[in-house]
């Protein structure tokens, strides 16, 4: 891909926000709530899709993410190794985020596996096998308290948010597991969340009623999330900053309530350890980050904030590669239980 600059203008950030609120919604669907006619709003995507700026992808919704087993790895690197250990775990599976920090460790890596002695074997036996790492500490995720699909742009007005929020279906949460060809469905929506009935259908060698069928069931459900990404740095929050904190275990579910309805929350995730709560937060500009600390102190009381980190870059963003600008570069995917291949988008980034 070459290393292009692209101008996001209001429309465009518009376009993204719709997206986000309804990442399935049609172009006519968005193009009337734009007030922009379709073929221009289907044409706007395209020009910043093809050059990895933006894309839909899946979102780790809570039912997805339950038969797995996910820890917050920090990794030491001897000096000058950093972009060399992270080049060399961005294509593994299990490595689904991948962030060089500035903080008291050099990468920090979410690792997703089948259960704990596949973690065991990826993070202390090929992690810690590298060349490069001088140092690896793990905390196990205990459960999801706001997941990187609620945070949004703010540019839609109400109205136009009603609009979108009508059109998505209601959700019936189900326990039914899910088999292999659900999986499958939901590897191809990771890699282009976009795709439509018949290309998914070609695909997996179905119809496209049955596509949009089991579609549609994952969605109601609540294993299948969708949710629009772009680049940041083009679009006004290009700072990720990083919080640990700890808090009494009978308040996580209401400290992470009112972590999931700021405007700046990314992820925020229950950890088994000291340090029970792990925040990442989008921002303006690094003098946001102790101005959020300072609020969460006042609004958040019985959280107490013990170490903080700010993003150089994000190597890897939940199963997607991304340059220096925050550009999409390849899909490599994320585990399920159902583990196939790494898949590539249908369009490429």
Known sequence: MKQETVTIDHTDLELVHA????PAASWQLVGSVLGVDPVTVA???????????????TSPTPLLAAPLCTALVEVDCAPGQVEMVAARIADDTQAITIEHIAGNADLLVVVAT????????????QLGGLDGITGIRSNVVTHLLAEGGGWKLDVLDPAQLSRLHRDQPAREPRI???????????????????????EL??????SPATVRRRVAALTTSGHLALRCELA??????PVTA????????????EIGAQLRHRPETRTCLALAGPRNIWLVSYLHSIADSQRLEAQLAQTIPNLTINDRAITYRTVKQFGHRLDSAGRRLATVGVPTPFHTDPITPGRSA
Do not use: F, N
Not at 232 to 237: T, Y
Not at 242 to 253: I, K, N, R
């Open 43 to 57: 044409r706007r995507w395209s020009r910043l899709a093809d050059g990895g700026w933006v894309w839909v992808s």
């Open 232 to 237: 940041r740095s083009q679009a006004g929050w």
């Open 242 to 253: 990083v919080y640990w904190g700890s808090a009494p275990a009978c308040d996580l579910a």
């Open 201 to 206: 259908a070609q695909r997996l060698s179905v």
């Open 176 to 198: 039914k597991p899910l088999q292999a060809p659900d999986y499958r469905l939901i590897e191809l929506l990771h890699a282009d969340g976009r795709s439509t009935a018949a």
């Open 114 to 125: 089948s259960d704990l002695a596949a973690m065991s074997d990826y993070v202390h036996g």
């Open 19 to 22: 997206l986000q609120v309804h």
